[in-house]
């Protein structure tokens, strides 16, 4: 029975060797060899726009304008870089710092001339990857050190390195998912109802959104329950769910199929109701922030919003390996069709004490690939 569960505090023990501390050339090295890395990623995109850069995101900034920020990010990373020196700790993180970013000065640095770009549908959104790493880092990292749920959960936690490979694979890939989602939704034309689209569209923006929100949830909730209860999808998803310590990269761990699928199907409902740009541009930045949000280390209470919307402590119950949490908690944008599909699981006063799958899945990028091929195979 349900309600017979004993909960039990998570036990978190602070990993001393993987934190970062103020002084030991620590941050000073991982800030050098971020910014390194994504300054030389820039200047590649500002001298291959074509190939590295992505058509439907390049509308909405100003290249020439970003460049300052990349000057800034160069100058800070060999800053840091001799920092990490100077504390005479992480040298080698420096060193590597200051060598790619060197490269990118040598490549041209933040003066490469912005003109206009060739448009090909299919590159690799190396822009995308450095904004939403930038924007990413900066929002929720200084919202999980303010309102950690975990204190004791480090950055650096184990497999950070895993999820930050999903995370480039899932944003270099983002025009590939838009081309294959557009592609997938052109299937439904038959659906398409002038009726529908001009009554959404004579409704107020936020209605509309909410509209959107809705639908969407409804497309993603049947999509996530049946990835979950139908046996032969279960190992796609599975690779979402090996997540054992969540944080805003954590989120990023999903199988490439799960990620194709999932962004293809919540296009169909975005695609028949057709509804003012504004709205489904207020949507794609709500979902995408509520996504990452969701898998936060955050302790926030979130009130009353908590039995409306999806919070972390929500969907940290449906990664959760206890009995009472298996299989619940679908939604991803409201509580509402858990609640009305029978699947809500949120017991406000407790969270989880563990996280992951039930059988362990192989722990490397490959070996996470091939699994669902692996576990269908040893079935046979
Ligand atoms: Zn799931
Ligand atoms: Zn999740």
Redesign the pocket.
């Given at each position: 029975m349900k309600h017979d569960y004993s909960y039990r505090e998570r036990q978190q023990e602070l990993d001393s060797g993987r934190q970062f501390r103020l002084g030991d050339g620590k941050i000073s090295g991982y800030c050098s060899v971020a910014l390194g890395t994504l300054s030389l990623l820039a200047v590649l995109a500002y001298l291959y726009p074509a190939y590295l850069t992505t058509i439907e995101l390049r509308q909405a900034y100003d290249a020439a304008f970003l460049q300052q920020f990349l000057k800034y990010g160069m100058y800070f990373s060999l800053f840091f870089g001799i920092l990490s020196f100077v504390l005479n700790g992480y040298k080698r993180l420096g060193a590597a710092g200051i060598v790619l970013t060197l490269i990118a000065f040598a490549l041209g640095g933040y003066s490469i001339p912005v003109g206009p770009v060739e448009p090909r549908r299919l590159s690799l959104g190396v822009d995308w990857l450095i904004l939403a790493f930038m924007g990413s880092s900066a929002i929720f990292m200084t919202l999980e050190k303010l309102f950690p749920k975990y204190r004791n959960q480090v950055v650096l936690r184990p497999e950070w390195g895993l999820d930050l490979l999903y995370f480039c694979f899932n944003h270099l890939a983002i025009s590939a998912i838009l081309i294959y989602g557009n592609y997938h939704a052109s299937h439904f034309d038959w659906a398409l109802s002038e009726t529908v689209q001009e009554a959404i569209r004579s409704v107020p923006l936020l209605l509309q959104v909410m509209v959107i929100i809705l639908c969407a949830d409804f497309v993603l909730y049947w999509e996530?329950r049946l990835?979950?209860e139908v046996q032969l999808l279960w190992p796609i998803?599975a690779v979402?769910?090996s997540i054992e310590h969540l944080d805003w990269l954590a989120g990023s761990r999903g199988h490439f199929i799960q990620v194709f699928s999932e962004r293809a199907m919540v296009m169909v409902p975005l695609y028949l109701l057709g509804a003012d740009q504004a709205a489904l541009d207020i949507y794609v930045a709500f979902a995408a922030l509520q996504a990452i949000l969701i898998h936060c280390n955050l302790g926030i209470s979130f009130g009353p919003l908590k039995y409306i919307l999806v919070t972390p402590q929500f969907h940290h119950w449906?990664?959760s390996s206890e009995k009472p949490a298996i299989d619940t908690?679908?939604s991803a944008h409201t509580v509402l069709f858990d609640r009305l599909f029978g699947s809500y699981h949120m017991p406000v006063k407790h969270w989880p004490a563990e996280y992951g799958t039930t059988v362990r899945l192989p722990r490397s990028y490959i070996g996470q690939l091939f699994y669902p091929l692996s576990k269908h195979l040893k079935k046979k």
């Open positions: 996530h990835y979950h998803h979402h769910h449906h990664h908690n679908y």
